[in-house]
């Protein structure tokens, strides 16, 4: 209730620079063709798929992810609650998701880029099991995740979209991309007033979130390695992880001036500075072995 008023001050400037678009415009329709089933079309095969392969595991790692808006929807509404402009923000949010997965699911399969039946099959596994953060019942908690959750949610359409090798593809991407970066903007504001009203709830939320730190396709079959070839193809990887998308937001909180701190805040503090360190020994470690698979490919060729 004490951020209600940030609520409503973002949620307008929101609404304010937010600009309209639709998912329609970005999907080559004239590309379509019936497929096999009731109406007698053509099956899919692996020829159809024109897209490298590893932008096609991106699209449906994202896709996936995106599918799972009824589970976002549920633990935010629970959350943040029907009222206000809390509520209105909720709803506004879960419209804005919504047309990502419609927008990237009609592309998908309008131009043939993956298997439909595997896609649905995937979708259906995915939903039942559905989602939830480790920290759902907390709302500073939930803020800072996804503060830091929709800036690497931009990131990985934006990067996804580049390897798409499609100018339309790249485009309609880059629209889901912009949407992300002004949600992680409404949720990073609100959760700079809360480092104002409670310095030291705000610091432990952080250090929390950042200590057990996961993607919400996670749970997606496969999860593992998919995400190791999307980190080696440079679409998310540990050092962007860490300094596209940890470091930034920290640094719009200036987490390492807040003044204020309560003897747990401090900790928490400290908590964040060892896991900066690191995320560093592992993105470098990371960026070395994928230089070296790289020079191992390239001698065998
Ligand atoms: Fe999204
Ligand atoms: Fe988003």
Redesign the pocket.
Known sequence: MELEPVVEKNLNRHLTVAKEWFPHEYVPWGEGRTFDGPLGGDAWSEADAKLPEIARTALVVNLLTEDNLPSYHHQIATLFGPDGAWGTWVGR?TA??GRHGIAIRDYLTVTRAVDPVALERARMTHMTEGYSNAHDHEVLHTLAYVSFQ?LA?RISHRNTGRVTGDPTCEALLAKVAA??NL?MVFYRNLLAAAFELAPGQAMRAVADVLADFQMPGAGIDGFARKSVAIALAGIYDLRQHRDDVVVPVLRQWDVFNVPGLDADGEVARDQIAAQLDTLERQASRFEERRAARAARLAAAS
């Open positions: 949010w804005e998701e929709e949610t949407d992300e949600h």
